[in-house]
């Protein structure tokens, strides 16, 4: 009697084990360790994008003013034989990548002009460094982020503030994700 209960017993945890193994990756539920590994993979992923871009506010109304930004992103991407310059296809690509936004064509208005390079115009810009301090899921499956962020100003003092960002999915970018706005709150700073 012992013998066929142990038999019973082993055979529904096989059983049950098999049924687990075959369930649909939907229907599993993560255990808490998986779901810190996969909130450590979005949190660096969102905050290489964020610490990559240099486009805020209402600069997502204008592709050429984001197409400005991404060079500054750029710069480590510099032409190696003239360092006044950066490939117009990588700053293109940069920008259908972190925006998804196809630039057609920039507007080079420098008499610098080189045919398939952008003139990398030699002026101050500020800086910003991200933490990420919270990513929640929406309904429709993108990301609302919220961020610390260390703004340092050429021109000026480095100040604190928050940054929200919307992120969404889109396997053609080399990212995963895009940028759809980040917003920057700049006025509890005064500014």
Do not use: W
């Amino acid at each position: 009697m012992k013998n066929r209960i142990l038999v019973l017993a082993l055979s529904l945890c096989t059983i049950a084990l098999f049924a687990c193994a075959f369930m649909p990756a939907s229907a599993q539920v993560e255990t808490p360790a998986e779901q810190a590994v996969g909130n450590k993979a979005l949190i660096a992923r969102f905050t290489n994008m964020l610490n990559r871009n240099y486009s805020y506010n209402d600069n997502f109304e204008d592709a050429e003013i984001l197409t400005d930004n991404a060079i500054i992103a750029l710069l480590d991407k510099r032409d190696g034989t003239d360092p006044d310059y950066i490939s117009e296809e990588i700053v293109k690509n940069f920008v259908n990548d972190m925006y998804d936004i196809g630039v057609l064509e920039i507007n080079d208005n420098s008499t610098m002009h080189k045919d398939g390079f952008v003139y990398i115009d030699p002026i101050g810009f500020t800086t910003y460094h991200h933490t990420v301090t919270n990513i929640n899921e929406n309904e429709d499956g993108s990301f609302t982020v919220l961020s610390d962020v260390t703004v340092n100003p050429h021109d000026s003092d480095e100040y604190k503030t928050t940054a929200k960002t919307l992120f969404v999915q889109n396997s053609d970018s080399s990212f995963g994700y895009n940028i759809i706005y980040s917003d920057l709150d700049e006025i509890q700073n005064g500014i």
